[in-house]
């Protein structure tokens, strides 16, 4: 093969995925729609309204490598210690691909089922229906993308009137002998009158970069109740463009938890539309950020529906030379009457040359709703730290003290105590 | 009430109240836009080299950009630049010394918009006083009570006869808050400008009277580019009011200015703006493109720039204006009213840019929309590295009235200084039923009732007008939401 060296990086990305093709599962005619329209919107850059404060660029810029051919060997014990949570079901997916080997399915109730994404679309009615739906026309780069190159990942289905008692983990690990993309793509279906608890957990293994560019479509039918956390804990190496287009119907409850708590380099695009009326959505986020690492939070509710209420909790912790960035923008269309939406946003700056950039956005085209947003930033309350010294408090103490404070009102809305146990104990460790 | 309802009348009869057209000779400029163009506007104004060749070089940066159609949550046709007159001015060019030589006609016109000249020379040595530097069609008229300013060393004149007598303070702060690359408006406005007012208030004179400039679009597909410089010295003081109507044409209008505010040390400048311009009709058709462009700084330490606007005209509107806070202590404000009824748009808001320490600002916005518009609040507060002890608070508050219209808000908070503390806080609501129902339980009825709770919502900004223009945007805000509550 001759290398052009002038080729620009849709090029590349274009002939990358020409090779590919030929190997990948599903839908060719889908795969290549979305690689037209991602060449014909291009790269985004910072003039990208939605890009403005982190440079995705230079990731599409990444070397294009099959990645079967450059993962690394994993070894089951490595897997034991990323397991946040003994009890539950573990699903693990390593570059992009679900390891039965590697999982522990065998726990999980009848009417749940969890199964490569590959094998689902050709073998599964629901995935068939399901998959790409939610994505709709998301003109999204890396959706696009992640469309046009994605080799599986997870299919989680749950039957109606099934309450799972038993949970499931996600184990999303990029590891790779040289750098290269990868592309999880997940279909969480829960039918109707159904409880189930997922946990997604990201960690990179190995020395050399790493960027995932994870896909997730979430449905929750009626009367539902997901909980839905991501757990972003790549390390130094990892860069993570996480994408979730949720739907949910009538009655149901879809909650998130996103804990952004390592990791180079993370993008999440959280977007959840109603569907139906009376359902509800909670977004909770807790970002603690140092070094030189970056985290960007976009989130969209889409209150497209009456009746539906949402209520959203950022907070992020910034030390060092961290960058953070929060997009959350409420959408009320027309007709979306007895709309009830709240969004909070709170940002603690412990360093000179951290900084936070905030965008609360509210779109609003009905005038039955309620809808607030309030956001603040600020350093850490000197009162609070004086308070706390004079009652003999070392400094150090007494800051981990007002930022682990400051963390709970997040925390303290999980439900699931192994992952707050988790959080917690994260969050001690963070000055370290 | 008696006298509300008979401004609802009137306002329903007309359709809009301001919408005449006055018939005065007027010397265009041939349509178009290109260099030989800018030329004749400079010439036709006796303009200096260095101005020609500051309108050129703005010209060809202006060239190079493009309309700014991305970003704001607007959606309109594109102007067309190549179809605008870039210079309308009366033909009986005002030489004159009083009130007697100026065109009748004018006169009139002043009179229909309501205010009239002569109340205004009348009103000298009593107390209440309001210089009023007058603009049609992008050329200044007439300045009042000039001679009165210059007894305190206040310089208030045209743009024009500032180029020509105070060059070197025209020269000097000339583009230094709006350089011309800053956007394309303004990069528009640098090339094409027409007119606009001067002020500058040199050190330590407090600005006896309020200063007022009439801005009037009245030739049709003329385009208005005025520019406003304000100068305020050391520990000097202005309160500036701008209002603004036009009368009713079908084809939108372009209007793109560009206001430069500078504030020395311990300087406060005021500025109010009452916008009522033609918003098209109940289709949308016709109405005034208001792009505009307006920025203070705050120069040195210890100074203060506010700006107060109430806008309920305009088709669409795109304009933030903003306080750059360079000089230690210094104190930015933001009170906006915007209105949005029919078909309207409105993009607009503030950027409160923090440089120097201890500085401080305020953003109180309330929206308002009805009818079938869209309101949109976009601001923008950046603490920069070394802004030590910044603080800003904002409120952005939005009223939806019917279920056709839109309330938007996009807040950017950049913040690069932990010693910086900024709140935001903002609430979308409609009128609540049980506020109307305890009006009507006190015999209120319902339009009335309307009337009392959104000029109580917007009572925190309409407190910062002065007086004179308290009381016309009070009537304008009933004018403005007439009819869109069922």
């Known amino acids: ?432 | 009430m008696e006298e509300k309802n008979q401004i609802l009348e009137e306002h329903i009869a007309s359709e809009y109240k301001y919408g005449f057209v006055s018939d005065i000779d007027t010397e265009f400029a041939p349509k178009g836009l290109n260099e030989e163009i800018v030329k004749f506007i400079s010439q036709k104004k006796n303009e200096p080299e260095w101005l020609l060749e500051y309108r050129l070089k703005a010209f060809r940066h202006w060239q190079t950009m493009t309309e700014p159609k991305h970003w704001p949550h607007l959606h309109y046709n594109s102007v067309d630049f190549q179809d605008i007159s870039y210079y309308a001015a009366p033909k009986k060019k005002a030489t004159v010394n009083s009130f007697d030589e100026v065109d009748p006609e004018l006169l009139k016109t002043f009179e229909k918009l309501g205010i009239s000249l002569e109340e205004q020379k009348r009103l000298v040595g009593m107390e209440s006083k309001i210089a009023v530097d007058a603009v049609i069609d992008s050329v200044s008229v007439k300045t009042t009570f000039k001679e009165v300013l210059a007894e305190k060393g206040i310089v208030f004149c045209s743009f024009s006869e500032a180029v020509q007598e105070h060059p070197e303070l025209v020269k000097k702060y000339m583009g230094s808050v709006v350089p011309f690359t800053d956007n394309f408006y303004a990069a528009l406005n640098a090339a094409v400008f027409s007119d606009g007012s001067f002020c500058y208030i040199p050190k330590g004179v407090r600005c006896p009277m309020e200063l007022s400039t009439y801005f009037r679009i009245n030739s049709a597909g003329t385009g208005q580019f005025e520019r406003t410089l304000i100068i305020a010295d050391e520990g000097a003081y202005v309160s500036y009011l701008e209002g603004c109507t036009a009368p009713q044409r079908d084809e939108n209008q372009l209007h793109a200015a560009v206001v430069e505010i500078v504030a020395h040390r311990d300087a406060e400048v005021k500025y109010s703006t009452v916008q009522n311009w033609y918003p098209g009709d109940k289709d949308g058709k016709g109405g005034i493109y208001n792009f505009v462009t307006k920025r203070g700084i705050c120069l040195e330490a210890n100074s203060k720039i506010s700006w107060t606007q109430v806008e309920t005209g305009s088709a669409i509107t795109w304009k933030y204006p903003s306080v750059i806070l360079k000089g230690d202590n210094s104190i930015g404000e933001f009170y906006s009213v915007a209105v949005t009824n029919n078909m309207q748009q409105a993009d607009t808001g503030t950027k409160m840019i923090h440089l120097g320490k201890n500085t401080r600002s305020t953003i109180i916005s309330k929206g308002i929309s009805a009818g079938k518009s869209d309101n949109s609040y976009r601001g923008l507060v950046r603490i920069a590295k070394g802004a030590k002890n910044a603080r800003n608070f904002s409120q952005c508050d939005s009223l939806l009235m019917g279920d056709q219209c839109g309330a938007h808000t996009f807040p950017y908070i950049e913040i690069h200084d932990k010693t910086g503390v900024v709140e935001h806080e903002a609430t979308t609501s409609k009128i609540g039923e049980d506020q109307i129902f305890y009006c009507n339980q006190r015999g209120i009825d319902t339009e009335k009732a309307i009337g009392l709770i959104v000029n109580g919502y917007c009572r925190e900004v309409l407190d910062q007008l002065p007086m004179e223009f308290a009381v016309e945007a009070k009537k304008l805000l009933s004018v403005s939401l007439e009819g869109s509550v069922g």
């Open chain 1, 1 to 432: 093969m001759s290398l052009v060296i002038n080729q620009s990086p849709v090029e590349r990305l274009t002939a990358h995925f020409e090779q590919e093709l030929p190997s990948l599962y599903g839908d060719a005619a889908l795969r290549r729609e979305a690689m037209a329209t991602l060449r014909e919107k291009g790269i985004p850059d910072r003039k990208w309204e939605d890009y403005k404060y982190i440079n995705p660029a230079a990731l599409f810029k990444q070397p294009h490598v099959a990645q079967a051919r450059v993962g690394l060997e994993i070894k089951p014990e490595a897997v034991t210690l990323m397991v946040l949570q003994p009890g539950s079901a573990l699903a693990v997916v390593v570059n992009g691909e679900l390891r039965e080997d590697l999982s522990k399915l065998d726990r999980l109730p009848a009417g749940v089922r969890v199964k490569s994404i590959a094998d689902a679309v050709v073998s599964d009615a629901v995935a068939r229906e399901y998959y790409n739906a939610v994505n709709g026309t998301s003109a999204d780069p890396f959706v696009l993308w992640n469309n046009a190159l994605n080799k599986g990942g997870v299919f989680i289905h749950v039957d109606k009137n099934v309450q799972s008692e038993v949970g499931i983990h996600v184990l999303h690990i990029s590891t790779n002998e040289v750098a290269a993309v990868s592309h999880p793509r997940n279909l969480f279906v829960i039918e109707r009158d159904a409880q189930i608890e997922i946990v997604e957990s990201f960690e990179t293994l190995g020395p050399v970069k790493t960027f995932t560019n994870a896909l997730t479509e979430v449905v929750v039918h009626q009367n539902a109740i997901v909980d839905h956390y991501r757990m972003q804990l790549e390390g130094q190496v990892g860069h993570q463009m996480n994408t979730v287009n949720a739907v949910t119907q009538k009655g149901s409850n879809y909650r998130t938890y996103t804990f952004t708590l390592d990791g180079a380099w993370v993008r999440n695009n959280l977007n959840i539309r109603f569907s139906e009326s009376h359902a509800e959505a909670h977004l909770f986020g807790l970002t603690m950020l140092n070094g030189q690492r970056v985290a960007d939070h976009h989130t969209i509710v889409d209150h497209a529906i009456p009746n539906c209420m949402s209520n959203e909790l950022y907070k992020g912790v910034l030390d060092d030379k961290s960058l953070g960035v929060f997009n959350g923008k409420i959408f009320v269309r027309r007709d979306a009457q007895k709309t009830n939406a709240y969004q909070t946003n709170r940002n603690i700056l412990l360093s000179d040359d951290a900084q936070i950039n905030t965008k609360p956005q509210l779109e609003i085209y009905a005038d039955d709703v309620k809808c607030s947003h309030g956001t603040s930033t600020g350093r850490m309350d000197e009162d609070a730290l004086f308070y706390l010294r004079a009652r003999g408090i070392g400094e150090a103490a007494a800051r981990k003290l007002l930022v682990r404070a400051f963390a709970e009102e997040v925390v303290t809305n999980v439900p699931n105590d192994a992952i707050r146990a988790y959080v917690e104990n994260r969050l001690d460790h963070f000055f370290n």
